[in-house]
């Protein structure tokens, strides 16, 4: 009910505007140009109607492929002069007025006349084009389009007709991505450009030209017109050689709640040094991902690993900045980056950056399972203390040796130490509610981790034939963990009759495992249409997983007695080697390569109780990629041998209820993969279509089976190869953008996701085929009415069916919904109002669990300062104060409700500086600190 007065809401906001516009006449003018000299339709030419008073831009368009053009929307009784401006052409210009009983202006074919000089053409300062297309460059006119005073360069793009920007800061132009943005053709920023787009000023920007990536067409000559990368280039109104940007904040929150921190980047020439540090206790990172990446210098330096959270929570190369965990965390954290360039094509880059959580956590678990003639249902209430601190060193060094290679190589090392406090009390019943067992669960966990990790990469492209490349890529990872959990547990069986377990052990858990990969390919043209391709993958891996575990000693606190039984040590090592060998063939649209790979897998399995297994594999499968106009699909087949944890013959009893056996029997999973994707961007309308689908079946995949005895409900997991599992996803995706004079935006999206899973489950010798189907529907609405009201909506239904092939599970069904509603005023001028209201309902949860939650954000920001520059905002945080954190998750023929507590509603003050400190002066933000 809610996210449908929501939708309400919405439609009331956008069509009663709409109404009121529909009441003023509007006219319109059009017309087609014509080449005089060539006699041919003249395309892609600029028409841009002005005020004929002040000169002030109303609205423009462009010509079509044939000349022609129609610019509507037009004030009427009004002076307004057109102004068509080509490159290599005469200006055309002409002053009129519609009025009500001519709305409608046809100016007929107009003889466009190039010009003797281009050079020697001058036109109006005032009447500038705010876009000209050249053969190859699209060129905007930064100062046709208004934005506040406190705008960044990204917000200028978001109203460049064409230009779009997504919630990420993905930037793409006519659907094409943007995947570099230079400064007076310079790599200041490095090689992304949220750098550039989220800490820019606009005010700064004259001229913003886009062109394709030249590097990107030489590395694929081949690659689709649809899917070459683009380029934005910055022409400044002064040149950039050195500032600083970033923010300094801190917050005084109810209670003990906080949060402070600071991000800066300062650069001179072609260096950057970016600094940051941060403290919250509320639940948070500290920045966002954007900030971390970009400002924070994590793209120069490379990515290896990315964790990221629905909830905002991230971890970037194993490094934690805030809400990755479960419950109440406070978070902290501080760092450097260092970017320059030693020689001319040399960039070397160094980082350091360490960050710690301590989470404090309470939840609630409901686990529901069925089987065929028993029920059976377990409640976990967990109460965890934990502490986790990282460190990071790394860096990364970039050589152009000259125009056609390039070396890299990215070496990095992570000491991670995790400490852990749990209890954990379970209650399991049967059918009718009949109690079958409680336990008290105590466990100390102690966690140490070192990885080394790097990649290095090679790439030779031909100088006397084109086409013709060699790539060489290769990755190493070392790491060694070191894990001691002590538990002690009270375990009370009431069926078949009473009893009670007592268990006080340490199991020690050493991990090394050592992965080196490397990757050569060679691309040989035969003609232009014809090239064959060949790769060959080799790697090396080493595992080993060493068990020991001890009885404890009541009387002294010590475990000195060794568990023989439940001791050993599994080593893994061999090699991976992969041929691949294919041929490209390519007619007009169409691109097709297929191919064939050969794989070797020699395996060593080594256990120290147990005989050896050696596992030899050969493999002979077909490759398929292909592409034509917006569509792209690939076939393939991987090879996964399972983990060593999996091989590892010893028991784990850290949970007497949950007791998980290992396999050393098993043998690898082979996977048949088929993805399509599909992506349009309609210019003409602004519409952008996207599709993805993809399927794969599994051969020998790792299935948990599970045995659950009647009487104890004590449960016993243990890894199998199984036949017969699928899955298959399909993504649908549209969206539209409106923009109106630079001061009207809308855009409508909607979006469709589907999943089906069939899986085979294993439960007390039954086999049943589990088939998941999820249905996930979305729609998108957002609004910026002259940055003066902005408002936006998401809401997605979700459907998910569980059915089972066998009798003895019950068929399972629910249904969610969940919302995002967002508004900002900005009224009076300096003071911005904000709400955000999310809400979720599951209709089929555990009794004693809510179904819906709502929360609510609202805040007013009060700006101040030279340039909006500081900024004082006064918030609260769940104001209705019905936060909970709770979601389902369904897998075989277990139902398991999760509810955390989580932060309730709080006040927060919170005082912002913007650092924006550039060379040069230009709209006042040349100076550091001046107020």
């Not at 449908?4 to 006449?25: D, E, H, K, T, Y």
């Not at 609630?364 to 060193?393: A, M």
């Amino acid at each position: 009910m809610k996210s449908i007065l929501l939708l309400v809401f919405f439609s009331a906001v956008v069509l009663l505007p709409g109404r009121a516009f529909s009441q003023n006449q509007k006219g319109e003018v059009k017309g087609k140009l014509l080449d005089v000299q060539h006699k041919e339709p003249l395309g892609y030419a600029t028409i841009a109607v002005y005020t004929a008073q002040d000169t002030s831009l109303v609205t423009f368009r462009v010509s079509d492929e044939k000349g022609g053009f129609r610019v509507p929307s037009l004030a009427v009784n009004q002076p307004l002069r057109i102004v068509i401006s080509m490159t290599g052409f005469k200006t055309y210009r002409k002053e009129f007025t519609l009025t009500p009983e001519q709305l409608n202006l046809d100016l007929g074919e107009i003889g466009m006349t190039m010009t003797d000089n281009v050079l020697g053409e001058v036109l109006i300062s005032a009447e500038t084009p705010p876009i000209i297309v050249r053969k190859d460059t699209l060129e905007f006119n930064a100062n046709s389009f208004k934005t506040l005073p406190t705008a960044l360069l990204e917000d200028l793009l978001k109203k460049l007709p064409g230009v779009t920007v997504d919630q990420a800061g993905d930037i793409s132009v006519n659907g094409k991505r943007v995947n570099k943005i230079l400064v007076d053709g310079k790599e200041f920023f490095g090689n992304d450009p949220k750098v550039a787009s989220r800490n820019l000023p606009a005010d700064m920007i004259e001229k913003v030209q886009v062109v394709n990536d030249p590097d990107a067409v030489r590395r694929d000559p081949d690659l689709p017109v649809n899917e070459i990368p683009q380029v934005i280039n910055l022409k400044l109104k002064k040149g950039i050689k050195q500032g600083a940007f970033g923010k300094a904040y801190a917050g005084k929150g109810t209670g003990k709640l906080y949060e402070a921190g600071g991000i800066l980047n300062v650069f001179r020439d072609t260096t950057q040094i970016s600094l940051l540090g941060y403290s919250n206790s509320l639940n948070r990172p500290g920045f966002g991902f954007e900030d971390i990446s970009r400002i924070g210098g994590f793209n120069r330096s490379g990515m290896n690993s990315i964790m990221v959270r629905s909830d905002g929570g991230f971890a970037v190369n194993g490094i934690s900045f805030g809400g990755t965990e479960d419950g109440i965390q406070q978070s902290s954290g501080a760092g450097g980056n260092f970017n320059t360039i030693l020689a001319k094509d040399l960039k070397l880059n160094l980082q350091y950056f360490f960050g710690g959580i301590d989470a404090d956590l309470d939840q609630i678990v409901n686990s529901l399972q069925t089987l065929q003639e028993d029920t059976t249902n377990s409640r976990r209430s967990r109460d965890q203390f934990s502490r986790s601190l990282n460190h990071r060193i790394g860096g990364r060094l970039d050589w152009k040796i000259d125009s056609l290679t390039t070396f890299s190589i990215t070496p990095g090392i992570t000491f991670a130490t995790t400490r852990t406090n749990q209890r954990q009390f379970t209650t399991t019943t049967g059918n009718f509610g009949v109690l079958a067992n409680e336990s008290d669960n105590r466990q100390v966990m102690e966690s140490d981790n070192t990885t080394l990790s790097g990649e290095t990469s090679y790439e030779r492209l031909s100088r006397k034939k084109k086409g013709r490349s060699f790539n060489f890529f290769g990755n190493y990872n070392f790491n060694l963990g070191d894990q001691q959990q002590y538990y002690t547990i009270t375990d009370r069986f009431y069926r078949p009759e009473a009893s009670v377990d007592y268990t006080d052990q340490l199991r020690a858990n050493e991990v090394n495992n050592t992965a080196v990969n490397t990757s050569f390919s060679f691309t040989e043209p035969f003609s232009k249409t014809l090239s064959a391709v060949a790769r060959f993958n080799t790697e090396y891996f080493e595992n080993q997983n060493l068990v020991n575990t001890y009885d404890g000693n009541n009387e002294t606190g010590e475990y000195p007695y060794q568990i023989l039984a439940l001791s050993d040590e599994v080593e893994r090592s061999g090699w991976r080697n992969y041929l691949t060998t294919s041929v490209k063939w390519k007619y007009k649209d169409l691109v097709l390569q297929p191919g064939v790979r050969f794989t070797l897998l020699n395996i060593e399995n080594t256990f120290l109780k147990a005989q050896d297994i050696p596992q030899d594999y050969f493999y002979v499968f077909p490759s398929l990629t292909a592409s034509w106009k917006g569509f792209n699909l690939s076939y393939n087949v991987n090879v996964r041998e399972p983990s060593a944890a999996d091989l590892q013959p010893v028991a784990d009893y850290s949970n007497t209820l949950l007791v998980q056996e290992g396999n050393p029997a098993l043998t690898p999973t082979i996977s048949n993969s088929v993805n399509l994707n599909y992506r349009k961007f309609d210019a003409k309308r602004s519409i952008n279509y996207w599709m993805y689908i993809s399927g794969s079946i599994s051969q020998d995949a790792v299935t948990r089976a599970r045995t659950i005895d009647p009487e104890t409900k004590v449960q016993t997991l243990r890894p199998v190869n199984t036949d017969g599992n699928w899955q298959f996803n399909a993504n649908a995706d549209v969206n539209k953008d409106y923009k109106f004079d630079g001061k009207r935006q809308f855009s409508l999206g909607a979006s469709m996701w589907f999943n089906y899973t069939k899986s085979l489950i294993l439960v007390n010798s039954v086999r049943s085929y589990g088939q998941n189907v999820s249905w996930n529907p979305t729609l998108r609405a957002t609004m910026n009415l002259n940055d003066k009201l902005e408002f936006n909506e998401t809401f997605t239904l979700g459907l998910r069916n569980s059915t089972y092939t066998s009798s003895g599970f019950k068929d399972i069904s629910f249904v969610t919904r969940t919302s995002r509603t967002g508004v900002v005023v900005r009224l009076p001028k300096r003071v911005v109002w904000e709400a955000n209201f999310d809400y979720s309902y599951n209709s089929n949860v555990a009794p004693g669990l809510r179904r819906d939650n709502g929360r609510l954000n609202v805040g007013v920001t009060f700006l101040f300062l030279k340039n909006d520059r500081a900024q004082l905002k006064f918030s609260v945080y769940d104001l209705l104060d019905q936060n909970i954190g709770a979601y389902r998750s369904i897998r075989e023929n277990l139902v398991e409700d999760y509810q955390t507590v989580v932060l309730r509603r709080y006040g927060l003050v919170t005082f912002t500086y913007n650092i924006r400190n550039f060379g040069g002066k230009v709209g006042g933000t040349n100076t550091f600190f001046r107020f």
